[in-house]
Antibody
């Protein structure tokens, strides 16, 4: 079945780095754009980044621009989010999601990132 | 950036009630709006897209309406499994997306 599985979350100190992965299965990963969306504890959803199906274009929320990098490896059916210069306000559950037209029709279960000293 | 304001932020309702949630955009977004349902500890689930189109597999008691700046999500007869938080999301300036602040539907 169609599935997205995130991994790579954990506890990191402020200023540190982390790389999240999202493994896709059950569909032709290389045909779909992908998003990262996050949710801080007790808060709402925040869009983080988008990458086109072929990796040719990438877009970021202002809150992460210059610090986070989205990428993908279509040969491995995997999406990535490299997070550098992490701040306490980056603490959240990070979800990857598949794009259907302009909205998100499939979501992973999320991976938790905690930025704390 | 386009802002989305949901109201109410929370509501209490009983099984069988008709529930309406509103989402207002800071500028016109045509019908570029989706609605998601999120249960505690779970990922969001797509309910409605293009403001009024029902995602496959979603019960028909859910419906969406509106265009421009004002949108509504209606649950015609609230069921126990519908207690959750609901978010609107605009994609008018795709791929930069924004979500509303959420509406938590609780049991009365």
């Amino acid at each position: 079945q169609v599935q997205l599985v995130e991994s790579g979350g954990g506890v990191v100190q402020p200023g540190g780095s982390l790389r999240l992965s999202c493994a896709a299965s059950g569909f032709t990963f290389s045909s779909y754009g992908m998003h990262w969306v996050r949710q801080a504890p007790g808060k709402g959803l925040e869009w983080v980044a988008f990458i086109r199906y072929d990796g040719s274009n990438k877009y970021y929320a202002d809150s992460v621009k210059g610090r986070f990098t989205i990428s993908r490896d279509n040969s491995k059916n995997t999406l990535y989010l490299q997070m550098n210069s992490l701040r306490a306000e980056d603490t959240a559950v990070y979800y990857c999601s598949r794009v259907l037209r302009f909205f998100m029709d499939v979501w992973g279960k999320g991976t938790t990132v905690t930025v704390s000293s | 950036a386009i802002q989305l304001t949901q109201s109410p932020s929370s509501l209490s309702a009983s099984v069988g009630d008709r529930v309406t949630i509103t989402c207002r955009a800071s500028q016109g977004i045509s019908s570029a709006l989706a609605w998601y349902q999120q249960k505690p500890g779970k990922a969001p689930k797509l309910l409605i897209y293009d403001a009024s189109s029902l995602e496959s597999g979603v019960p028909s008691r859910f419906s969406g309406s509106g265009s421009g700046t004002d949108f509504t999500l209606t649950i015609s007869s609230l069921q126990p499994e519908d207690f959750a938080t609901y978010y609107c999301q605009q994609f008018n300036n795709y791929p930069q997306l924004t979500f509303g602040g959420g509406t938590k539907v609780e049991i009365k």
